[in-house]
């Protein structure tokens, strides 16, 4: 068995679709393979948008709605012409979306909403991905991952259930030579049945949870660059792919803003010791990177400085009102109220009588976790910053970052440096002049194939 995930981007328009179905049918090899997609190009953020268009105008259809729509309308018409039963599973998926919108729960809370309204998009891209696929004749079993992906009621980050989601991944994807599958990314169900979802980008983790379900020879993410790279070179230009990366490192690095794979997707892989492929759907013939367990060499300088960038961080500094601050006793409560409202700090710094901690500026859980925190603490924050992490960090980048002023918060541990900065700061001195001194090391490998 083998996994391959296509993400929103590659599917995007209908001539990607087409182009994605030409690579699914050379690089499918004699075994198995579970395709996994997620939704449609900007289908997931017009969701969003739609969804909150109709929490505040009940019963009304809203351009976003509109958008969804026209787009799904364009890319069947596109593919099919005017094959009304090719496209009558789409048109009544939309219809059933827009009954939704026009009709929300009034007795569920809005993550419960959330997750069954944003499914729709995986559930689209997989009925139109499917369709087309048999159409170029590669029969392709679609296949609900509701119906695999058994979760507990967290909404919007649901945890899988492991045991019980291997038996049925396993009593669903037969691995019988040249067998093929379609399913979605991102979603699973409750035991009452209920849809749920594994956490935005999501698709990358159901694929790689697959992966570790069947005991995949590899999981193969496809996506617009030509593997991992050492920074996101829309924001370094300079960037270098990889050939390989330890499991640890990527975790790391995914986990800190490399937005290439979803945090959570290398763990799995990780336990079960499936090699994950991270390749180019532009120019499938490139080499693309491996993600495996990787021995750390001493005096290893093949690697490049690995840098990620988290936008939109906000540091809350908490004290006690009485200034009796017993680590032992109220960071436990302090985490466990964080933990209640799915906040995950990214950076910890603590003293005697204070508690400091980096976390995502989430508009919805985080005002509820900063109002639950003032009842016990005082507590200040400071929202709109950057966090930068870098590992393999040169002496050159160290003496820039060290010497500046800039960092309200720095840590460093054997693997990494963390630095949190502001936006403004970042802009206007530390981001030119890394990437200067990145531009100027030499392009190389982490190593050859």
Not at 268 to 273: D, F, Y
């Amino acid at each position: 068995m083998q996994v391959f995930k296509f993400g929103g981007a590659s599917i995007s328009t209908p001539q990607k679709v087409k182009h994605i179905a030409q690579l699914i049918q050379t690089q499918h090899t004699p075994e198995a393979l579970t395709i996994v997609v997620s939704a449609m190009g900007k289908t997931t953020n017009n969701l969003e948008e739609a969804l909150a268009d109709a929490l505040e105008r009940p019963g009304q259809t809203s351009e976003a709605l509109e958008r969804i729509k026209a787009f799904h309308h364009d890319m069947v018409n596109a593919l099919f012409g005017e094959d009304q039963e090719t496209k009558a599973t789409t048109h009544s998926l939309l219809a059933n979306l827009e009954l939704l919108l026009t009709h929300l729960p009034q007795k569920e809370e809005y993550d419960t909403i959330y997750d069954m309204v944003v499914s729709f998009g995986e559930l689209l891209s997989s009925r139109i991905m499917q369709t087309y696929l048999a159409q170029q004749g590669m029969q392709a079993q679609w296949v609900d991952a509701r119906t695999i992906f058994r979760t507990d009621d967290a909404h919007r980050a649901a945890t899988v259930d492991w045991h019980l989601s291997q038996q049925l991944a396993k009593d669903t994807l037969k691995d019988a030579p040249r067998s093929m599958y379609i399913t979605q990314g991102f979603i699973g169900a409750n035991a009452q049945g209920k849809t749920t979802t594994l956490g935005r980008e999501g698709s990358d983790y159901s694929a790689a949870l697959l992966g570790a379900f069947l005991m995949a020879k590899n999981v193969t993410i496809w996506k617009d660059v030509p593997g991992f790279l050492s920074a996101d070179p829309k924001m370094f230009p300079t960037a270098q792919p990889l050939a390989e990366l330890d499991y640890q490192e990527a975790i790391e690095m995914s986990y800190n803003g490399a937005k290439i794979i979803h945090p959570k997707a290398i763990k799995p892989l990780l336990c079960a010791e499936i090699p994950m492929h991270v390749r180019s759907f532009v120019d499938p013939d490139l080499p693309g990177t491996i993600i495996h367990h990787r021995p750390a060499e001493q005096g290893d300088t093949t690697t490049p400085p690995l840098l990620a960038v988290l936008d939109n961080i906000t540091l809350l500094s908490i004290t006690p009102h009485d200034l009796s601050f017993a680590l032992e006793e109220s960071l436990g409560d302090v985490f466990s109220l964080l933990h209640s409202y799915r906040i995950r700090p990214r950076l910890i710094n603590n003293s005697a009588v204070s508690l400091s901690l980096c976390v995502d500026s989430d508009p919805i859980h985080l005002p509820a976790a900063m109002q639950a925190l003032e009842q016990h603490f005082q507590l200040s924050h400071t929202g709109g910053l950057k966090l930068l992490t870098i590992r393999h960090c040169t002496p050159e980048l160290q003496k820039l970052l060290d010497g500046s002023d800039a960092p309200l918060l720095a840590k460093s541990t054997p693997t990494a440096r963390q630095y949190l900065l502001p936006a403004d700061e970042w802009e206007q001195k530390l981001y030119p002049t890394i990437c200067d001194t990145l531009a100027r090391i030499p392009a190389q490998r982490s190593s050859d194939r």
